[in-house]
């Protein structure tokens, strides 16, 4: 007898293995993607016009402005439902096993966040595959792994901040807590007509939400005319780093309290 | 005291006390030594602070104040190195109902580390141990829960744990999974050399089972020692014997009283506790019958370790295991 511990990678390969497991043994997987192809065929299909509006001087038209929102929006609900997740893993007693077998807890993080990347994936093909048949144009070139790379970073900083309510509330009831602040970042930002054409008080603060310029960027890497490049990466690589802060806090939380 | 880590190291506990904000200490102060291949039984009724105690001995809880060592290795400062060590089946089976036993242990395996080949052999060889080889590739959520049980036994044993934790491993069993169970713990003792701490609240199980028995009441060790060792302690057999039709009350109490001190029997029958134990049944039996007093039942009762319980806190433990209702401290209040 020796003893057996994984380590952090280990840990957080076996995390992730279920969670994409059950992922696949369920279609409810992709629900986080119905929401933005909600909005996306909605708002693309209906506001279509708004692309004549003077101003709006996004060159591939409407319906790509739009899809670029929706994607983020699907990957950023991606991190939510695994949020949600996680606090279902420690309502019911399963996450004490995963705390009393991880050797490396930090590792459990790691693991739903992997599994929440693969579940962006799928919803973001999803949403792609719609986005294409709507005609929007994939001008962007290589600029276009930009684009993946913000979604990447998106749905990362929206998993460690659910993976962080989830594990201090501990109780589904943390669905909600997850899901607002995620749903105001996503909204009150240029979502259906550029910032250049936004009024009031929705201006403001869309100027002031960070997600206002990795959207901006987003957008721009996939018509080929990247902006705000670095400032977008910068406030994605914050996120991501704050919120790991955050999760990591938490974990810390549970672990004193009792999982 | 064995080295860190080595396989002599068992379970060694220094005032360990755990509060939590609204109520009385979970547990207050406990001492306990647990020697390595030994099954230690700790034995109270619900809300005792038994299963407190375990999950601050597996990390999964940090004491408020005092010291424990698992397996050589301090439960605060080196809780991955305890996790390693040990194995843990707790009250509550927590299982995915979305899993097959197979992928429950294949899972647990990935999380200690087992490579690919290890984890299929290994948990074939547990299905196998705990009769779950027809169920494997079924769901657990279809699962009976005895079933439940017996899986969260082998996922405990998958990367083979020098220290097994068992917090109330039969609760809720029928009598054929529960001796089931009980065959296995004393195998993997006597076999294996795992060093087993057992929470329960059954008094049969501790005195079937356990090598040393400890009881906890109200956060605190009442008792500590071998079952026969605590049976002894608190004096010796009684005998108890019901008059026939036509022998009076008086007549058996008056032969009785010269074998020991009366003590409270059942309605109709007269009790005393033997001053030379049981050796003096024979005389009793001659002495009944040389004076013609009749009886319709005689019996021997050994002390037994609800005897101790009752020794020790004057409240009777099997009254005390009915009442489910009774929450033990638990960390659900940690977050109130």
């Known amino acids: 007898m020796g003893d057996r511990a994984g380590g952090f990678f280990s840990v957080a390969f076996a995390v992730a293995g279920r969670q994409v497991y059950k992922y696949f043994a369920n279609p409810a997987f992709l629900a986080p993607a119905f929401f933005p192809l909600f909005f996306f065929v909605a708002f693309a299909g209906g506001l279509t016009r708004v692309g004549d509006v003077p101003g709006f001087d996004y060159t591939g038209g409407y319906v790509a402005f739009q899809y670029v929102w929706a994607l983020l929006q699907a990957v950023a609900m991606g991190g939510a439902f695994t949020g949600f997740s996680i606090a279902g893993d420690f309502e019911n007693g399963f996450a004490r096993r995963l705390l009393l077998a991880a050797s490396n807890r930090q590792g459990i993080i790691l693991g739903y966040t992997i599994a929440s990347l693969v579940r962006a994936t799928m919803t973001g093909v999803l949403v792609t595959v719609i986005a294409l048949f709507a005609g929007i144009p994939m001008s962007g070139g290589f600029d276009l792994f930009g684009l993946i790379g913000l979604a990447i970073l998106v749905n990362v900083a929206a998993t460690l901040f659910g993976a962080g309510v989830a594990m201090l509330l501990r109780t589904q009831q943390a669905g909600p807590v997850i899901r607002t602040p995620i749903f105001l970042v996503l909204f009150l930002a240029p979502v259906f007509v550029p910032l250049n054409l936004l009024r009031g008080w929705l201006e403001t603060i869309a100027r002031l939400n960070p997600f206002t310029t990795i959207l901006d960027a987003a957008r721009g890497f996939l018509v080929g005319t990247p902006t705000s490049v670095l400032p977008a990466y910068a406030i994605g690589v914050a996120l991501v780093a704050v919120f790991a802060l955050w999760a990591a806090y938490a974990l810390r939380r549970a672990e004193k309290t009792g999982a | ?336």
């Open chain 2, 1 to 336: 005291m064995a080295a860190p880590g080595s396989a002599r190291a068992g379970i060694q506990v220094e005032d360990l006390v755990r509060e939590f904000k609204k109520g009385p200490r979970a547990v207050d102060g406990i001492d306990l030594y647990v020697e390595p291949g030994e099954i230690y039984g700790f034995l109270g009724p619900n809300g005792a602070g038994k299963s407190t105690t375990v999950l601050m001995l597996t990390t999964l809880l940090p004491p408020t104040s005092g010291a424990a060592r698992v397996a050589g290795y301090d439960v605060v400062k080196e809780g991955s190195k305890v996790r390693a060590a040990i194995g843990a089946a707790l009250q509550e089976a927590a299982l995915d109902p979305f899993l097959t036993g197979r992928e429950h242990l294949s899972l647990q395996a990935a999380l200690h580390g087992l490579g690919r080949k290890e984890r299929k052999k290994r948990g074939a060889e547990l299905l196998e141990r705990v009769g779950l080889v027809e169920a494997a590739d079924r769901r657990v959520r279809g699962y009976s829960g005895g079933m439940k049980r017996r899986l969260d036994l082998a996922l405990a044993l998958v990367h083979e744990p020098r220290i097994l934790f068992l917090d109330e491993p039969t609760t809720g069993l029928d009598p054929q999974s529960r001796s089931a169970l009980w065959s296995e713990v004393s195998r993997l003792a006597r076999d294996e050399g795992v060093t087993v701490f057992l929470t329960t609240q059954y008094l049969e199980e501790a005195d079937v089972l356990a090598d040393r028995v400890g009881i906890i009441d109200r956060g605190k060790i009442v008792a500590e020692g071998t079952p026969e060792k605590l049976k002894a302690e608190i004096g010796r057999p009684s005998v108890e014997a019901t008059p026939a039709e036509g022998s009076g009350r008086d007549a058996v109490a008056r032969v009785l009283s010269r074998f020991g001190e009366e003590i409270a029997a059942q309605s109709g029958a007269v009790s005393v506790r033997l001053d030379h134990g049981a050796g003096d049944l024979a005389d009793v039996v001659r002495t009944l019958d040389s004076e013609g007093v009749r009886v319709t039942n005689l019996r021997l009762d050994e002390p037994s370790l609800d005897d101790v319980f009752l020794e020790k806190t004057g409240r009777s433990l099997e009254g005390e295991a009915e009442h489910e209702g009774e929450a033990e401290g638990s960390p659900e209040e940690a977050r109130a």
